[in-house]
């Protein structure tokens, strides 16, 4: 566990094509021939490491960047899907059956937010919602029938963060799965490092980076990514949400930059927050002094990474805030959408609707308001021209002085 560093941990796995490529082969086949009946029972059993069965199950694609993402979580194994529901969803249910409970942030990605909420209920599981960064408020939740604490590491879109190290002592404690979401910081954060037993990332997001494909992975023990995988009562392999070995070949070439693309985007994000904090906005970045967890956070990160690329800032009414993504897109200086990690700059106006399961007063509270602007920030090559760029804007619409 010594100078662990996720980005080395990549790079220090080495594969060869067929042909002695740079790149692996990508595996274009379903399914797979067996020299011998034997070797394909034992394969069904699950008895036979290195042979393929049905790509369902597992590809060679699929394995190498399940093997760099692993790698780069300090897990075992891991499990990549179709998506980052495809991961989230049937490693809870893996986790959970009738009668149990789940305690989970009650900031966290809307889809899982649904999943719990509206989904699983049907199958009997229970979910109470916490504030994460309330360790007592978090204990308390737990009953006998807790098998799960979720949280994100930074949360959507306040950019709260979780006491890791904090929150996997009470799972230890308790008995629980301590599951964390880590879409937000890859490479920044190692939430294994700091106790957590499972981690997922939609690679959607800053992995993939490209903003052309979605994807997700589940990162754990041998013990808990075969259970996901067996044929016979796996979430994964039942439900079958599979990547395409096509698709995970193209998401493992962008995996190989992710550091460079990180350390540009928190780079980037820092300058941004910091003088927009100095002009005078309402700003939230993990990366300012201002923010309530920074000091937790500087001890949570891998330094080198930084404070990632996401950050807020408020511009008062949902109305300006449209005006300014508007203006702003119209300047060039990023799109107007949802997702995160692009080369682009990013931005939408959540607003107090899309946390609808929050009640208005401690949304307020929060911090969660109309006038709310969430950046992924993007890789722009000079960030002080994009500054002068997007105060430009601000001051023809009035929300900064000239
Ligand atoms: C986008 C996202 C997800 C869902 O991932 P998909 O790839 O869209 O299925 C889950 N968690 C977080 C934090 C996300 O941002």
Request: glycine letters at 8%; aromatic letters at 8%; charged letters at 15%.
């Amino acid at each position: 566990m010594k100078n662990f560093n996720p980005a080395d941990n990549i790079q220090d796995l080495q594969y060869f094509g067929e042909f002695g490529g740079v790149n692996p082969s990508i595996s274009d086949s379903s399914t797979y021939t067996f020299l011998s009946a034997k070797t394909m029972f034992d394969t069904f059993e699950g008895n036979m490491e290195g042979c393929y069965l049905y790509s369902r199950h597992s590809s060679p694609s699929n394995l190498y960047l399940d093997k760099a993402l692993a790698a780069m979580e300090g897990t075992e194994t891991a499990n990549v899907s179709a998506s980052g529901m495809g991961a989230i969803t049937p490693t809870l249910l893996q986790l959970c059956g009738s009668g149990d409970h789940i305690v989970s942030s009650r900031t966290i990605y809307g889809g899982t937010y649904a999943f719990l909420k509206n989904f699983i209920p049907r199958l009997g599981i229970k979910t109470t919602f916490v504030n994460i960064t309330k360790l007592t408020a978090v204990e308390a939740a737990i009953t006998p029938e807790t098998k799960v604490l979720y949280c994100e590491t930074v949360s959507n879109p306040l950019l709260e963060v979780a006491d890791i190290a904090g929150l996997s002592k009470i799972a230890k404690k308790y008995n629980l799965t301590f599951v964390v979401d880590n879409t937000f910081s890859p490479l920044s954060v190692s939430p294994i490092r700091l106790g957590a037993d499972i981690v997922i990332h939609s690679l959607t997001k800053y992995i993939n980076g490209s903003s052309d494909t979605v994807g997700g992975v589940t990162c754990a023990s041998r013990s808990f990514i075969d259970s996901l995988k067996n044929v016979n009562s796996g979430a994964s392999m039942l439900l079958g949400p599979t990547m395409d070995s096509l698709r995970s070949a193209s998401v493992m070439k962008n995996l190989h930059t992710l550091h460079i693309r990180i350390k540009q985007h928190s780079h980037n994000a820092l300058y941004l927050a910091t003088r927009f904090e100095k002009d005078g906005l309402k700003t939230v970045y993990p990366g300012l002094k201002s923010h309530p967890s920074h000091a937790l956070y500087k001890n949570m990160i891998n330094p080198e990474y930084g404070f990632g690329g996401m950050m807020t800032i408020d511009v008062g009414t949902l109305a300006k805030a449209n005006e300014l993504l508007e203006l702003m897109q119209s300047k060039n200086l990023g799109y107007l959408a949802v997702s995160l990690g692009f080369y682009k700059t990013l931005f939408s106006a959540p607003g107090t609707s899309t946390s609808s399961e929050i009640p208005i007063e401690e949304q307020l509270e929060m911090g969660l308001t109309d006038g709310l602007i969430r950046f992924s920030i993007g890789l722009d090559n000079s960030i002080e021209r994009t500054y002068e760029m997007m105060k430009t804007c601000m001051i023809e619409l009035g929300i900064l002085k000239k």
